[in-house]
């Protein structure tokens, strides 16, 4: 299939899937491909809706539409969330030569601030020694229960407590002050990720018993 033909139906499958898909192809195509899928957004409605009739899967064409303009960016994320870190690399670097901003864009999707409930202990650990407290403070402001709780058991007693006290003092913080200190604990920790000091799983093949 043409590659941007390829790149719709990828989009359309599940992440873990769709990863497997891309391991399989040879490297040119591979990152052509994940190109196409992260810019989707950008394809015209008629060729969306040309491709999938071809296809015949019976979607609805408005919902496929909103789809593949909403959702490019974040369904090459999903995807590298499934693939190996050579993949995710090759394919990142390769988006980066092409759009710089919108590399940016998918590595952020990639890991969000909910996502620090999924680390293990040694990595919150490691997070926690860089981050400072105020700013630990204003991202968990209406964080959900399991990040505050993976943060609190990493913390020592007395840090919890001056923890709890910032939060307490804060009052309330606009979403956007929130987003934007969660967004730089993300940056840490992909910052931390990059050195190797921690490790993100993404898919089951990233551990050997």
């Known amino acids: 299939e043409h590659p941007q033909t390829a ?17 399989q192809l040879e490297p040119e195509t591979r990152v052509d491909i994940a190109l196409r899928i992260a810019t989707m957004g ?24 909103a789809t593949a303009v909403e959702n490019g960016p974040k369904g090459l994320a999903d995807i590298l969330n ?21 590399a940016e864009h998918v590595r952020a999707l990639m890991f969000v601030f909910e996502d620090l409930a999924k680390l293990d202990d040694r990595s919150i650990q490691e997070v926690l020694k860089t981050v400072d407290t105020k700013t630990l403070a204003v ?55 990059a050195d190797g000091q921690i490790v993100i799983s993404r898919s089951e093949g990233d551990f050997v018993e």
Do not use: C, H, M, W
Not at 43 to 64: F, K, M, P, Q, W
């Open 7 to 23: 790149a719709l139906i990828l989009a359309y499958q599940r992440p873990s899937f769709a990863a497997q898909v891309l391991a």
């Open 42 to 65: 950008r394809t015209s409605r008629d060729v969306i809706i040309r491709v999938e009739r071809a296809l015949r899967n019976g979607l609805d064409s408005s919902e496929s539409e």
């Open 82 to 102: 499934n693939s190996d870190r050579s993949i995710e690399k090759a394919v990142l670097e390769f988006v980066a030569k092409a759009d710089g901003e919108l």
């Open 139 to 193: 991202a968990l402001k209406g964080a959900k229960p399991d990040v505050t709780d993976a943060i609190s058991r990493n913390l020592s007693e007395r840090a919890k407590e001056s923890l709890d006290e910032e939060v307490e003092l804060l009052g309330p913080v606009l979403r956007k002050d929130v987003e934007a200190a969660g967004a730089q604990i993300v940056a840490l920790v992909r910052a931390l990720e």
